[in-house]
Every structure is written in C-alpha cells, then in structure tokens.
C-alpha cells in the first residue's frame, strides 16, 4: 500500500509542475503558494476539527519538530518551487529535482545513521540515469546542452528542503494524527508565507481571476496539498525515506503522460526507456532476495 501511495503522489506533484509552469504569467508565485496552502487549510479545518482538540497537547508537546516541518515543507519548498518555475522549464526543474532521492537517502544517513545498503544506492542511480535519459530526450549530449540559471538553483535549494523535510519524518512523532500534523504544519507555513504575500500585493502583482485560474488553485490545494501530502507522509513513515525516495522520479514520468494527454505531445520511445529504468530503479531500491522480501 505504502509504494501505491508513493505512485499517486508523485503523479499528483507532476500535474503541480505542469500546471506552475503553465500559468506563471497569471498567477505569481506568492500567490500561488499562498491560496495553495489557505485552500487546503480550509479543506483540512473542515474534516480535522474534533482531531485539533483533542491532538493539541501533542502539538505543545512536539511543537518545534512541528513548526520546523511547516517551514521546510510548506514554506520553504513550496515558495521556492513556484519562483523557480518563474525563470526555468520544466524540463530544466525535472532534472535538477532529480537529486532529491540521492539528498534524502543522505540525510538519512547524515542525521540518522539509517542504513543504505549497496542496492539500495544502485537503485537510486539507476532511477536518475532513467530521469536522465528521459529529460535528453534519449540523446545524452543534449545534457551538456542545458545551462544553469536562477530558477535551476532555486529548485536545487528547494530540493535540499524537501529532502531535509522528508528525512525528519523519521521522527514523526508517535501518537500525532496524520492530518492534524498536516493542518498544524499548513498554519505555520501560511504564517510565513503572508508577510511576503502582501509584499507581492503591494508590488503590484495580481492574480488574474478566471477559470483557469481557479482550477489551477484547486488542484494544487486539494490533490498536490492536502492528498499527495497525506500520501507521501504516510508512505516515508511507513517504509522509511530512503526506500521512499526513488519514487520522486516518476515525476518527469507522469509530466510526460500528461503533456500527452493534455498538450497533444508525442509519446516517444525514449520516455518507455527512461520509464524502464525509472521502475527498474524504484524495483531495485524497494525489494531484495529471492522472495522479493522489502528492504
């Protein structure tokens, strides 16, 4: 159930970078990650509220590892990610997040002393070099090709974030509901987010309000918050970041499927190769022994 979870949030977070990237000349990126979180936070407010009673304590208990979260996770990564998008492609963001599994496996390591067995670093490689792979277009030199520029380096740092916030799962607290800990963690990212969002009102940035625009915040709010959020923390804490972080590879994946499907795109073979070594990866990473016991 656990790699299920992973599978639909990585899709989920692929549709995110589609759409972030798509409508950046309509909606600035405060904006954007400001009612991505106020969204969610009111659909969070609406299902959690005998939960907050009652998981309160818990909060005062365990309320830096909760406001730290809520800083990296929502915050941090989330900003980061839509300025980015801003100044990059989403062929350049797809592989510069790549990194993200081999910085989570780190951390884990690094912060944790959590065991990375040889497979599971080969499985890791081997799901990059199919995120690679895809991102060339199966013509490798075209990687020498791709230049760095401000929107590349913002999503560097924002994958050292994610990667920071997901290795601290580990120390999930026991007893803490999974979606107060998510609606805990939305308040203190919108906390932080505001002041630099009435910043951008004042800048003279808008949000053009129409349809497409609206449906955008409604996706992100709902499937790339709320869902993928609940999906991802329950999955890392279940089998641990390192074997969860492979999974982040599917997004270039997924992105490809949908820009078949919603940009008349043309599925090549080199997306079935690179997705090939993607699974072959996540396979490698996740199972061991003749009896395809987990890691």
């Not at 990059?88 to 989570?104: D, E, F, H, Q």
């Not at 740092?157 to 607290?173: D, Q």
């Not at 003279?204 to 349809?211: F, K, L, Q, T, W």
């Amino acid at each position: 159930m656990p790699y299920f979870l992973l599978i639909l949030t990585a899709l989920f977070w692929a549709g995110n970078f589609v759409l972030s990237r798509g409508m950046h000349a309509a909606i600035p990126p405060l904006a954007l990650s400001f009612w991505r979180w106020a969204v969610a936070l009111l659909l969070l407010l609406i299902i959690t509220r005998q939960h907050l009673r009652a998981q309160w304590p818990m909060f005062r208990l365990h309320c830096r590892y909760i406001v730290v979260q809520g800083l990296l996770g929502v915050f941090g990564f989330t900003t980061l990610l839509y300025f980015a998008m801003q100044y990059t492609t989403v062929i350049n963001a797809g592989l510069v997040n790549s990194c993200t599994p081999v910085l989570i496996v780190l951390f884990s390591r690094l912060l944790y002393r959590e065991t990375v067995q040889p497979r599971q670093w080969c499985g890791v490689l081997l799901s990059l070099a199919g995120v690679l792979w895809t991102m060339a277009k199966g013509e490798l030199t075209a990687l020498w090709q791709v230049s760095l520029n401000q929107g590349d380096l913002l999503i560097l740092t924002a994958a050292v974030i994610w990667a920071l916030y997901s290795a601290r799962l580990k120390r999930y607290p026991h007893g803490l509901h999974p979606l107060a800990y998510l609606t805990f963690i939305s308040i203190i990212g919108l906390l932080a987010i505001f002041p630099f969002y009435l910043a951008e009102i004042q800048a003279g940035y808008r949000v053009a309000i129409n349809p497409a625009t609206v449906l955008t915040i409604g996706y992100v709010a709902l499937f790339a918050s709320v869902v993928a959020f609940i999906f991802w923390n329950a999955a890392v804490r279940a089998i641990g970041p390192a074997k969860a972080s492979p999974f982040v590879h599917l997004m270039p994946v997924f992105s490809a499927v949908l820009a078949v499907l919603f940009l008349d795109e043309p599925l090549t073979r080199y997306h079935a190769q690179g997705a090939a070594l993607i699974f072959s990866g996540i396979f490698m990473t996740t199972f061991h022994g003749r009896r395809g016991r987990t890691l």
